[in-house]
């Protein structure tokens, strides 16, 4: 268990630096006249950027470690966690002012994962049926056909929806890690007949796209603490119901105010869901979001 702790800190230390990276390098080219997909690719043709997506590839598979190993509960809150990194490396690269209320945020957010970290149990060893991973798979399609929706709305609800499909997205990513076989060797045959491995490749890939698109339209805090709350909160009820997931002895109030408190502090960092540009730095910073 210690070490799906440490991997699921890991994973939130990777995505919360690379999330600064991507930002850095982003800016390199914010002047560019090209636009469309031309532009983004040039964007991301510089050490930061692609120094960031390697962080998200090692972040990755250390989530996946973790989910091997550790409650839902735990390892989703841990990467809502990831805003504290960004919103500190924010405050300290890219001179981003941050508010009372995110610092205590910041503070939420490592004082509910200590909480869990020492209240959680091991991982359950429930195994839903074969149909439900026939379900993981029909949800990536629901979730397709709702995201085709809510890209027709408009702000803010646009972005409150494609937030919240995307962290349902995640959630399906994170169930799907845990109902997977086991891997024997090098024999892939059994992941390959296994729904649930391509609802895991499908449901990243939609919750992705929906977010990209969910910030993309400038609603970045709306989109982030949509897709905090879509990622954690249905998960976890599922972890514990469906595959057994528990806390220590006696500690469940003491695990769910955890959780409470960590995922409240991730939603007061909700506005690092995106770095904002230098240039859009100045407006963000005339009204410094919990600034007392």
Known sequence: ????????????????????????????????????????????????????????????????????????????????????????????????????GEWWGVGGV???LAVLGATSGAEGHGQPSQFFHWLLLAAVLVLVAFGGLAWKLREPRRAAALGSLCGLGFGVVALAVR?????????????????????????????????TEGVRGGKVTTATASM???????????????????TRPGMLPLAVGGFAVAVAGALALARFGEVAPAEQRAVTEEIPVGAG
């Not at 998200?56 to 470690?65: K, M, R, S, T, Y």
């Not at 090098?186 to 992705?208: C, E, T």
């Not at 909160?233 to 972890?239: D, H, K």
Request: glycine content about 12%.
């Open 110 to 112: 490592c004082t509910g």
């Open 1 to 100: 268990m210690l070490l799906g702790l440490m991997m699921a800190l890991a994973a939130a230390l990777c995505f919360g630096i690379a999330m600064v990276l991507q930002a850095l390098g982003a800016q390199r080219h914010a002047d560019t006249p090209d636009a469309g997909l031309l532009g983004t690719a040039r964007a991301m043709l510089n050490l930061p950027f692609a120094a960031g997506l390697l962080l998200d590839c090692v972040g990755f598979v250390a989530q996946l470690i973790a989910l091997r190993s550790l409650p839902l509960y735990v390892v989703q809150a841990a990467l809502a966690g990831a805003l504290a990194v960004t919103a500190v490396l924010g405050a300290a690269i890219l001179k981003i002012r941050l508010g009372r």
């Open 228 to 246: 905090v709350l879509g990622e954690t909160a249905l998960p976890a009820v599922l972890g514990v119901v469906l595959l057994g997931d528990g």
């Open 179 to 211: 109902v997977l076989p086991p891997l024997h060797g090098l024999d892939l045959l059994p992941l390959l007949r296994d729904p649930a491995a391509y609802a895991l490749a499908g449901g990243g890939a939609v919750a992705f796209t929906l977010m």
